[in-house]
């Protein structure tokens, strides 16, 4: 098995990443090196003040900085197009140097096609044939709360068998508490983007069944319990209800500030929808949800907030509170 490299790279210090090399480089060896690059520079100064006391910190000018500089790259950044920026850019990208025993691990939310492809430029880049690099899908869910908390679920398209999973998950396990191998590449993003398909439509019966029984006179609170015990009890009820001051502590009681925007609920969705079309898998909802995410993405009153607002989208009352 291999070990722990001695030589990280993180690229993309977003809502997600941020936390996560936090995560990380709180919880590496202090003798291990922590490369970081993102575009946004007040990002990478922000991160190395908060965090260089756990160990050294470098700041990257590019991508191929980073895979010179390191021998494991995590990746994660908004969308397709970003990651064949950071992968295939010409004299810039992570892939425009040797790529000899590196190690990436990629866990943007993405489509597969995009993924897929990725990781044959990995396999079709300048290496020693003796010690290839090695290329995985491994998304995370559990969103910021979760990066923060360090409690993530990776979802790694690996097989449990494979020699680099061992390495993959005790890598996963600085940032998250979860770790599943999904079988082959390509895998861990097909196993998020129904992950995020469910957590969406849940979200949104979780919102209409809220506005129903307050609407009829039932205190949300009240609601939430009685669904927490019973049959529509779910992870987004518990944990972060869409109805303001239920889960006090949740975005969903900050003014839906932060979070996973609405944004990025509708890429997701729609990446869903776009896999399910592909592999022939019947949808009776996505119409209806996908349909809800685009509209409240596109409201000024929910556009750059927390996915859950398509509560407020529906219309409904959000109760005044006081947080402790």
């Not at 979200?203 to 809220?210: H, I, P």
Request: proline fraction near 6%; charge should be negative.
């Amino acid at each position: 098995m291999a070990s722990l490299s001695q030589r990280f790279g993180f690229i993309g210090l977003g809502a997600m990443g941020y936390p996560m090399a936090t995560q990380l480089r709180r919880k590496l060896p202090t003798t291990t090196v922590l490369v970081i690059y993102d575009l946004n520079t007040t990002a990478l100064e922000n991160f190395s003040q908060e965090n260089n006391a756990f160990g050294p910190i470098q700041i990257a000018t590019c991508s191929k900085e980073v895979c010179d500089l390191a021998d494991c790259i995590i990746t994660i950044v908004p969308e397709g197009t970003h990651v064949r920026a950071v992968y295939l850019t010409p004299e810039t990208g992570l892939l425009a140097t040797n790529t000899t025993g590196k190690v990436f691990i990629e866990s943007s939310t993405i489509d597969r096609g995009t993924s897929l492809e990725i990781g044959k430029a990995v396999a079709s880049s300048d290496y020693n044939p003796s010690n290839p690099p090695n290329f995985v899908d491994i998304p995370v869910s559990g969103g910021t709360a979760g990066a923060e908390k360090g409690i993530l679920t990776f979802m790694a398209g690996a097989a449990e068998e494979e020699p680099i999973f061992p390495l993959l998950r005790e890598i996963c396990l600085l940032m998250g508490s979860s770790v599943y191998p999904c079988g082959a590449r390509g895998l861990g993003i097909a196993a998020k983007l129904s992950n995020n398909y469910l957590s969406g439509l849940i979200a949104l019966a979780t919102s209409e069944a809220m506005n129903i029984g307050m609407r009829c006179g039932l205190d949300p609170k009240v609601l939430s319990n009685c669904f927490a015990t019973s049959s529509g009890g779910s992870w987004v009820n518990s944990t972060v209800n869409p109805v303001p001051g239920v889960c006090p502590d949740a975005v969903t009681s900050r003014g839906y500030e932060g979070g996973f925007k609405v944004q990025l609920m509708k890429k997701d969705m729609s990446l869903a929808v776009e896999t399910a079309k592909q592999v022939g898998a019947k949808l009776v909802l996505a119409d209806a949800g996908l349909g809800a995410y685009t509209a409240a993405s596109e409201d000024p009153k929910c556009r750059d907030r927390d996915s859950r607002v398509v509560y407020r989208w529906l219309g409904g009352h959000e109760p005044e509170f006081k947080r402790d």
